[in-house]
């Protein structure tokens, strides 16, 4: 290596966009910190829920684990049978030699080690040249286009809003995002779902140890009791998301099975959905964000760099998350997805800029190990992309229809999925 690497130490994001997008930075500082009533989806101030009874147990649980920020699938999934992506990638490709459950064309980024258990169990797949149908190299645009899967259409529903809406179910448990106060574009729309920063945060503001004979909740109760319209539905059954809850919040905060999570933002919000999924309210859909994955400057090498970091970030928290779960793990599926794929060739940052295909990652119950998709090879030029070869919406459709018992027409409407066979037979 003839030139130095930059430090470690420099910010991972380099895009003036992503930085604005940060779900964590941007629509935080938009909404302040998890309040009572953040359990329902609101649109243009009012609550879009009803009274609802409370969620039967759910018996398959999908945990969505979004990486923000477009991370780079050929780092993490390595096409070391093609010549191109050594050729391109001078100073950051992974060495050949050090790859995990190598076959003759892919292998896994060494830091991913953690997940070897699962993967040698057959249990882990990677489907790569995954995406959008057209390269869209916005953060904005194409976290709109993944979450709302539904193109042309003029409702802002999201993929993952249709997949709860499918049933009688009208609970917000249903679907949760965890680590955040603001719902994903996937779970916006009619269905009522639950947004908040963790376990804990799931509580009505002011009923706390300043309340202790609980005049809060009755005075919110009362209030409520009789208001019409969708704001008092919304509210009512707000309340009454909190108080379903309480197996959760109540439950014990030590991970079980000798589980180990990450400190980090990740590792926490794993930590919580293995709580969440323990405390069998019902929820069958778990969002979680990752980020920034958005490595324009010091992706860096085995050595060093931000990847590397965060790889190995995100392996120990899945592997402590399915740990901790033991036995209910059998009902729960991983899935990740990214708004897009990095280039092929480095730039002169040690990164990689705004590209288009991409890995997907599965992870649990019902998943067909191995490695999937078809490989378009790659060229190398200054702007070449990772071709997309197959529609993140066809590995999607084949989870919620194995694990969920969903059809794809009622979650990815006007979609015709192909076959990729990551999902066994149900």
């Not at 390269?135 to 709109?144: G, K, L, Q």
């Not at 503001?205 to 539905?233: C, E, K, N, Q, Y």
Request: hydrophobic share 45%; glycine share 10%; charged share 15%.
């Amino acid at each position: 290596m003839t030139s130095s690497s930059p430090s470690p130490g420099t910010s991972p994001c380099s895009c003036e966009e992503f930085a604005t997008l940060s779900r964590r930075g941007l629509l935080r500082g938009l909404v302040g910190t998890a309040a009572a009533l953040t359990t329902t989806t609101t649109i243009g101030g009012a609550f879009m829920s009803t009274s609802y009874a409370a969620t039967p147990t759910a018996p398959a649980v999908l945990v969505v684990l979004s990486m923000r920020g477009a991370v780079d699938g050929m780092s993490l999934v390595v096409p070391h049978a093609d010549p191109v992506y050594y050729a391109a990638r001078p100073r950051i490709a992974i060495p050949a030699s050090r790859l995990l459950a190598k076959d003759g064309f892919f292998g896994l980024h060494p830091d991913l080690a953690p997940l070897l258990p699962w993967w040698d169990a057959g249990a882990m797949a990677a489907v790569h040249a995954t995406g959008l149908p057209a390269p869209n190299r916005s953060h904005f645009a194409a976290i709109e286009a993944v979450e709302d899967a539904d193109p042309g259409s003029s409702e802002r529903v999201g993929w993952l809003n249709r997949l709860i809406g499918r049933d009688t179910t009208t609970s917000p448990l249903q679907a949760i995002q965890l680590g955040e106060s603001v719902l994903p574009a996937a779970l916006l729309g009619p269905q009522p779902a639950v947004a908040v920063d963790s376990v804990e945060a799931m509580v009505l503001s002011g009923a706390d140890r300043w309340d202790p004979a609980g005049r809060r909740p009755r005075s919110m109760t009362t209030m409520w009791t009789d208001v019409p319209g969708p704001l008092g539905a919304g509210a009512r059954a707000a309340m009454q998301a909190v108080t379903d809850f309480a197996p959760v919040r109540t439950s014990s905060a030590t991970p079980a099975n000798g589980a180990v999570y990450p400190q980090g933002d990740l590792g926490e919000s794993l930590a919580a959905a293995a709580r969440t999924i323990r405390g069998d309210v019902g929820a069958e859909v778990i969002t979680i964000d990752s980020g920034s994955w958005d490595h324009h400057v010091n992706l860096g090498t085995l050595e060093w760099g931000h990847l590397q970091r965060m790889t190995k970030e995100l392996a120990a928290a899945l592997a402590a998350f399915l740990t901790d779960l033991g036995p209910l793990a059998g009902k729960v599926t991983v899935v990740t997805l990214s708004e897009f794929g990095r280039r092929t060739r480095e730039n002169a940052s040690w990164g990689l800029d705004h590209g288009h295909g991409n890995v997907m990652l599965l992870l649990g119950a019902g998943v067909k190990g191995g490695y999937h998709g078809t490989w378009p090879g790659l060229v190398d030029t200054v702007d070449a992309d990772l071709r997309v070869t197959t529609d993140y919406r066809s590995v999607l459709s084949e989870v919620v229809v194995s694990r969920l018992g969903a059809s794809s027409a009622q979650v990815f409407p006007g979609f015709a999925p192909e076959s990729v066979g990551v999902m066994r037979a149900p």
